[in-house]
């Protein structure tokens, strides 16, 4: 079953805004709320967010909406959106729920419609999906490149998601390709690197390394990467360490483009 975790809530909020969330009307979803530490300003501090991708992890891959006072809200996006789903709430309509509820049950019966378009298009995020490549490691082309970027998007027209699950059509068609003499296709990207999923699964990845857009990842799942003409090449991952891999050798890296 689905479930929303409403975060960065002010604790002195929390109690009405449950109360709201009770009175949304969205067959089969779930909701908590996941209060910021602050009784009076929104937000998620640097201690909390632990406890929040866990608890989100806990829930089955719960989609997180977020409140903030707007200080911290690049930092909060970064921590969460590549490993659960995420999208903000207007900090104004969820303070307004102390008095009427009626404007956040209906930003939140808005927001869950988006959600379900998404859920259908793109989850569960399989190893099979472009989603599982990395952003930051794998070089696709041009025409391609925004797919990542367009499924964190949120607050779009009706009918978008639809549009990115063609988008990961045409990456398939850019990028899935024969190779060797192996049966099965491979992503090949612009640097003419193989990114295989199909070896023996090592080496655990750290949480939330192992959960992407709200879809918890196999266990030790990552790519080997080798050059397509097995020549030597260097790879530099999303922490900047480098690794020279040397001919007809492979690297192991994760789904978000960490090397193993």
């Not at 090592?202 to 097995?230: C, I, M, N």
Request: charged fraction near 30%; include cysteine; aromatic fraction near 10%.
């Amino acid at each position: 079953m689905p479930h929303a975790l409403i975060a960065g809530v002010p604790m002195g909020w929390s109690r009405q805004v449950r109360g709201a969330l009770d009175k949304v009307k969205v067959p089969d979803w779930t909701f908590s709320v996941f209060p910021g530490s602050d009784p009076k300003i929104a937000g998620i501090s640097d201690k909390q967010l632990p406890d929040l991708l866990a608890d989100a992890a806990k829930r089955g891959g719960a989609h997180v909406f977020c409140v903030s006072d707007g200080r911290d809200r690049q930092r909060i996006a970064t921590a969460i959106r590549e490993h659960f789903r995420f999208r903000w709430l207007a900090s104004d309509v969820v303070r307004t729920a102390t008095t009427q509820s009626e404007p956040l049950v209906k930003d939140i019966e808005r927001a869950i419609k988006e959600e379900i378009e998404w859920r259908n298009a793109l989850h569960p995020i399989v190893k099979s999906s472009p989603l599982a490549l990395p952003q930051r490691g794998f070089s696709a082309e041009r025409s391609v490149e925004a797919i990542w970027s367009m499924s964190e998007s949120f607050n779009k027209e009706d009918g978008f998601f639809a549009k990115v699950g063609e988008a990961l059509e045409q990456f398939r068609m850019q990028h899935l390709k024969k190779w060797d003499k192996h049966r099965e296709r491979f992503f090949i990207d612009l640097s003419n690197r193989v990114w295989k999923d199909d070896g023996p699964y090592h080496g655990d990845a750290p949480f939330p390394r192992d959960w992407k857009y709200s879809s918890a990842l196999p266990e030790r799942f990552h790519f080997d990467v080798q050059h397509a003409q097995r020549k030597a090449f260097n790879f530099n991952d999303r922490a900047g360490r480098g690794k020279s891999v040397a001919t007809s050798k492979h690297c192991n890296v994760d789904a978000h483009g960490y090397l193993r």
